[in-house]
Structure formats: structure tokens, C-alpha cells
């Protein structure tokens, strides 16, 4: 399924699923692709950062992407992430999301890597493609700053005209991008678990491209920005916001999320591979407190109702 440039709105960033022996489980793929879909969002990343991508074998990822695509049968555009260490290799894997099925890849910059270098680097993956490049710009995790003016760079000249922008503070990079660029140069998304989600929609984001477990809740207030319901959009984020930055704490959020997705049916196994922090009684008493208080529920399966 082809992408369109004005691709907009909640794309997940889902979780790899493993099983208890900690092997991929194809069958949770599948579980969760109909369990997302569900939810109304515009479509599946996956093997982000979130995805566990670097903890994957090459026949892994292979078997990663192909499940995911098979399985979501073009309902959703299912975008890939790549990340490698040089040229060659982002391009290799890149190719390959592609011949599997991918509408577009999010690619992470390589490591500390010069302006001159990023703006090289993301036109020669655009070069070889013929689905769009999405940036993946998150220096936090990957050490690289992309600046603003290498963005807006890219979106005039280098054939890369996405961005899932990670760099707090988001609204001053959001604006600052938007006035070197253009929004017919460059869409931006947001990410970042959500936490800035009416912000980055109020500064000219399109969309958002993360992981949460409660995805219904961003599309909700994503389609009520989207008509023009600003305040609507506000008050439901504002409800929701406890369990958004609950969620998103750095170095148990996956751990988080994939105990949620296990609660609600979408996948069999919560486990995730090492180096990853696991959580423990306290935390999950923690969480369902929290998912209590904004009045959703860990065990109802299917999407749950979204209110103000």
C-alpha cells in the first residue's frame, strides 16, 4: 500500500511479541494487528526502538515484517524501522522492508554523524527506494541531533519529506522546522509516548507516531483536533494524561505497555529480552491504580469507550 505525503493521524508503534521461551510469537502479531486495527489508528510501525529491533536476529526481523504485513492485508499502511551503522546497511534492510511489503520506513540517523553526513546519508536510503523515508529523530536514545535546518534541508532537496520528531523541547523545534521547511516540504509527527501529543498538534504536527497501549485514546483526541473540536481534544488529553506519562516512564515503558497489551487479549506473553528492566508487584499495583483513575480497564477486550 502505497503512502501518500499527506499521511496523517495515530500510527502505533507496536511491540514485538515474544513468547514465554522468548521466541517471536507470530500468532500475538496477528492478535495484535486485529486488536490495533480495531482502535481506529491510521496505521503500524514497527521495530522502532520500542520494537526491540536491536535485540532481533536478521531471520527475526524478516519474520517480524512479514507476519505484520501479511496478517494486516493492506487494512493499515505498516510502516518499518531501520537503524544500522553505515549506509550499506540501512539501505539493505531498508530494501528489504520494502520487497516484504512496507509503505514507507522510519530511519534512525547513524551515530554521531555531521550535518553534511545525515543529509548524505538520507538521500541515498530515499535514493534507493520507491516508498518514503520517514526521519526518526530521537537524540536521546540514538546520540545524534538532527537540526532543523538538515531537516528542512532534506524535505527541499534530499527526497525525504517525513519526520517523527523526538527532541524535547518539542514545540520550538516543531515551529522551527515548520518555518525553514514549509508543511508541503515536510510533515512532522510527533512521538514521544504521547506526553506532548496537543502540543505538537497545536504547533502544526500531522500526527503522532507512538507507542500506547491505550491507543484508542490518541485517535480520540487526534479526530476531535482534526474537526476543529480543540477544546474537546484538550479536555479528553487532559483526562488521559496521568496514565500517558505513567506509561511512558523511560526504561520500564516497554515493560509497561506489554503487560497492558497482555491484560487486554492483544498479545499472549508480556516478555521482553535482555538488557530490559522487568516490573515488579508494586509497579503493576502502581499502574492498575492508574489505568482505574482515568476510567479505563485492563480487562475489557476490544476498544474501549473515550471520554472528555
Known sequence: ????????????????????QLKVDPASICTLVDFLIDTDVAGLAILGFLGELHKLSNAER????????KHTDGRVPVW???????????????????????AAVFAAPLDHANDALLFDYYKAVADALSIPVVIHDFPDSFGTEIRPEVVARLGKEGGVQMIKMEEPPVGQKISRIRELAGDEAMKIFGGLGGVYFL????????????????PEVLVGIYDRFASGDVKGAAAVFDRYCPLIRYEFQPKIGL??????????????SNALRAPGMKIDSLTIKELEATVARVGLSLTARGRQPVLA
Open 80 to 102: 518499518v524501522g531501520v537503524r544500522a551503522h553505515g549506509i550499506t546497511g540501512a539501505i539493505e534492510q531498508a530494501l528489504e522492508a520494502q520487497a516484504l511489503g512496507a
Open 1 to 20: 500500500m502505497p503512502v501518500p505525503l499527506n499521511a496523517k493521524g495515530v500510527f502505533t508503534i507496536c511491540p514485538t511479541p515474544f513468547d514465554d
Open 62 to 69: 524478516r519474520l517480524v515484517i512479514e507476519t505484520f504485513v
Open 255 to 268: 515493560a509497561l505497555r506489554k503487560y497492558i497489551y497482555q491484560q487486554r487479549g492483544a498479545i499472549r
Open 199 to 214: 502540543e505538537e498538534l497545536e504547533r502544526g504536527a500531522v500526527g503522532t507516531m507512538t507507542g500506547f497501549a491505550y
